[in-house]
């Protein structure tokens, strides 16, 4: 429609391909759909690859901990403190105390009863990790509310986490009732806080005031930071916590960070593969649709050398025509990629969805080097026809 509506140009070989676009017979429709619908699958698989990959490994901070320690029991904390503190003299660690608990009403209601939004869902469903803290955690950010004094004794507080506040419909002052030991312990909700869960730091969706667990027996979680440790030294200490308290869970988080980093690159294998089914379907389909067109095309160039059109003329005029049909088939293929790829990264997976320009600027040279290359490669085999044989035949 727009080589059709296009002004009138002076020159000859842009003329002839904005006319060849739009005339009957034209190559444009098998084109556009051949080897649009091939990029289009793979530009949505690309565009699915990359934000899944932005949201699993690229959100990861560039200092993660060492090690994740679980279970120190109460008894054990300042003995196992000492350990890792003369084994990792450098590294930096953070404990903090750890209990489970579920949450059974939000003011009053039973959660059964309620009908939850299913983003915060999660968060209602079976035990949560819970602890309580004198201070405000060093990686969250108070965004409402306050933070209750040091030595508060009144009423149990709790800090929730604020995109998990906002999807359950919660507010400053509400209570939540929490089971944790078998006891319902009800709470009010003093401030929000947001939480990065990529840091691989301690997050806790709830917590408490430290008054409204006293006495209650929990164990222990901690994490060690040491940027400068090198695998021996992790072995070290890994050793080490082993051989002393044998009932803590060592999780080093390097192996836990190389099992998600080979599940990306399977999945991102097995995403490319396909695309490059789709792909080379693409290309026989375009071939096919070239050569179709060929004998229609050596009437075309007859025709014009006899009225004097130069060869140079025509091979300018054919790659434009190809050039300006695979623009078209680009933003086709950009156009129905990034929506089909928004809606299943948004809609289906719940994740945020981006637009990644190394996809567009791929799809287009894609685009770009097929029409152009399998165009010229036919209009060459094209110019090379006799004139005669041709005009003889008319």
């Known amino acids: 429609m727009l080589a059709r509506r296009s002004p009138r140009v002076t020159s000859t070989p842009l003329r002839l391909a904005l006319g060849n676009i739009h005339r009957p017979g034209a ?18 698989l690309a565009l699915i690859d990359g934000n899944l990959r932005r949201q699993i ?136 806080r947001a939480v990065e869960w990529e840091s691989l730091a301690i997050n806790f969706v709830m917590v408490f005031s430290p008054n409204t667990f006293a006495g209650a027996p ?3 979680l901690a994490t060690l930071t040491d940027a400068e440790a090198t695998q021996a030294d992790e072995s070290q200490i890994l050793n080490a916590v082993t051989r002393s308290f044998p009932t803590v869970t060592t999780v080093r988080v390097k192996d836990a960070l190389d099992v998600v980093n080979r599940l990306v690159e399977q999945l991102a294998t097995a995403i490319r593969a396909a695309a490059a089914v789709a792909l080379i379907a693409s290309v026989l389909v375009l071939s096919g649709a070239l050569a179709a067109g060929n004998r229609a095309r050596v009437h075309d160039a007859v025709v014009l050398k006899t009225l004097g059109a130069t060869r140079r003329t025509l091979i300018a005029a054919f790659s434009l ?38 996809v567009a600027f791929t799809t287009v040279v894609v685009a770009l080097v097929m029409t152009v290359g399998f165009g010229l490669i036919g209009t060459w085999r094209v110019l090379g026809h006799k004139a005669a044989p041709v005009l003889r035949n008319l």
Do not use: C
């Open 218 to 220: 929990h164990a222990w």
């Open 321 to 358: 025509e190809y050039l300006l049909i695979g623009l078209a088939t680009a933003v086709f293929a950009l156009l129905a990629g990034g929506i089909a790829a928004w809606f299943v990264v948004a809609q289906v997976m719940g994740l945020p969805s981006s637009f990644l320009p190394e």
């Open 27 to 44: 190559l444009t429709p098998s084109v556009v759909l051949s080897l649009g619908l091939g990029l289009t699958l793979l530009a949505t």
């Open 57 to 192: 490994t690229g959100n990861l901070p560039d200092v993660a901990p060492n090690f994740f320690f679980v279970d120190i029991q109460s008894g054990e904390v300042e003995a196992f403190a000492d350990l890792v503190k003369r084994e990792a003299p450098g590294g930096k660690l953070i404990q903090v105390p750890m209990l489970r608990g579920r949450i059974t009403a939000l003011n009053d209601v039973n959660v059964r009863d309620m009908e939850i939004p299913p983003e915060g869902g999660w968060v209602l469903r079976g035990d949560r990790g819970i602890t309580y803290a004198r201070n405000a955690p060093e990686n969250a950010t108070l965004t409402q509310g306050d933070w209750w004094p040091a030595d508060y004794q009144g009423e149990p507080l709790v800090s929730f986490t604020a995109e998990e506040g906002g999807e359950l419909g919660l507010k400053i002052g509400d209570t939540i009732t929490v089971n944790v030991l078998g006891r319902d312990v009800t709470a009010r909700i003093a401030n929000f």
